[in-house]
Nanobody, 114 residues
Framework: QVQLVESGGGLVQPGGSLRLSCAAS???????MGWYRQATGKQREVVAA???????MYADSVKGRFTISRDNAKNTVYLQMNSLEAEDTAVYYC?????????WGQGTQVTVSS
């Protein structure tokens, strides 16, 4: 079992950048890691994912703007978000998956507004 804690959210103006961090309580070396988001009144959706082998995927809405990365030595996953738009406003969650079992963090709020 792994516990996840997200940080780095906040209020940013359109066009700005934020970097989210997801710190795990233990090794994430063998976990697939992902970032999800849930806007008010909408379903949770995947934003970006990164396998333990290094393969990545991104939602079409964030391609070219967001980058997911991991530092296994620090047991941390990052989401670099650039060129933020109002539509990116949501609670962002980190998830770790291994052998069909998923673990979620508590989420961090990102608000994009002028």
């Amino acid at each position: 079992q792994v516990q996840l804690v997200e940080s780095g959210g906040g209020l940013v103006q359109p066009g700005g950048s934020l970097r989210l961090s997801c710190a795990a309580s233990g090794s994430i070396r063998f976990y697939a890691m992902g970032w999800y988001r849930q806007a008010t009144g909408k379903q949770r959706e995947v934003v970006a994912a990164l396998t333990n082998a290094g393969s990545t995927m991104y939602a079409d809405s964030v391609k070219g703007r967001f980058t997911i990365s991991r530092d296994n030595a620090k047991n941390t996953v990052y989401l670099q978000m650039n060129s933020l738009e109002a539509e990116d406003t949501a609670v962002y969650y980190c998830k770790a998956d291994r052998s069909g079992v998923g673990y979620w963090g508590q989420g961090t709020q990102v608000t994009v507004s002028s």
